[in-house]
């Protein structure tokens, strides 16, 4: 036996990629704490979701489908924007990506279509949902930028993170001296303007239990040191009646996957950024198969 195998185990593969199409319930919930004298403000959504994959020699193909998706707040001042959410969800039903054999994002395969579909509501649909001429300016600007840059700001998407999870190179047996990580990603703060979260999801739980694999990953935040002395401890200079050891990001999903597929039969996140107890963004998700 090799140093190798003897310390990280031999590579043997967790996961059988094979073809499956599954149907899903997503439900997310995105909740905004913005002052002790305010109550919390919540958006919820649920969406039937349809994802399909197919393994390649070199690649792995994915199409997620949206069947339909409903919205809920309790926030009157809330309700216009999330109708509009929900109106710009309905312009792109599916998306096709690749992915490499680890299942990282690698592209977008139907970016015409994206853009054909755009085109044909901005055509039809955009002077109903969006009366105002400036809002159909702002929104006909950040949505082509969006799609510009899609492939960028997909594998930011915490749910596509949690649709699509890096995790079929998972070997067997970890032990003590082996760490699995997802790719470096980043996200842009809720709260605070001009900061962006540098981190990877780290593998803290692997159980097994017959054809079922239950894995559990938190966030490592990368560039936490340089956001302290560059905006974080700022902040909290001038907020005298806050302590800076109230700070808190983190991102956290669970999974329980069929082994003989790779197919996910549940699974959650949950993200948390907190600057205090009455100052913070959490997004609660979901996923659940039928």
Do not use: C
Not at 231 to 257: A, G, R
């Amino acid at each position: 036996m090799s140093i190798s195998n003897f310390l990280f185990g031999e590579n043997i593969p967790l996961f059988q990629l094979e073809k499956f199409s599954q149907e899903y319930t997503l439900k997310v919930e995105n909740t905004f704490m913005m002052g002790k004298e305010n109550k919390p403000i919540s958006l919820k959504t649920s969406s039937d979701i349809i994802i399909e994959q197919e393994k390649r020699d070199h690649d792995i193909n994915n199409t997620i489908k949206l069947q339909e998706i409903t919205g809920d707040t309790d926030d009157t001042l809330m309700k216009p924007f999330l109708l509009q959410s929900l109106t710009l969800a309905d312009i792109s039903r599916n998306i096709q990506l690749k992915r490499n054999l680890s299942g990282k994002i690698l592209s977008i395969e139907n970016k015409p279509d994206l853009w054909k579909n755009w085109k044909n509501w901005k055509e039809n649909k955009l002077t109903s949902a969006f009366p105002e001429e400036k809002d159909q300016n702002k929104l006909i600007t950040n949505y082509e930028k969006g799609l510009k840059n899609f492939d960028v700001e997909l594998k930011k998407n915490l749910q596509y993170i949690l649709l699509l999870p890096e995790v079929y190179n998972l070997i067997f047996p970890p032990n003590e001296y082996y760490s699995f990580l997802f790719s470096p990603s980043n996200i842009h703060s809720r709260l605070i303007d001009g900061v962006e979260y540098h981190y990877q999801l780290k593998l803290v739980k692997l159980e097994e239990e017959n054809d079922n694999l239950f894995v559990e990953f938190h966030s490592v935040l990368n560039n936490q040191d340089e956001l302290m002395k560059s905006h974080i401890k700022k902040l909290y200079e001038k907020e005298k009646d806050f302590s800076i050891d109230q700070f808190e990001f983190s991102i956290k999903t669970k999974y329980n996957f069929e082994k003989s597929t790779a197919k996910i039969l549940n699974a959650e996140l949950h993200f948390v950024e907190k600057m205090h107890e009455h100052l913070a963004y959490l997004i609660d998700m979901d996923l659940n198969s039928k």
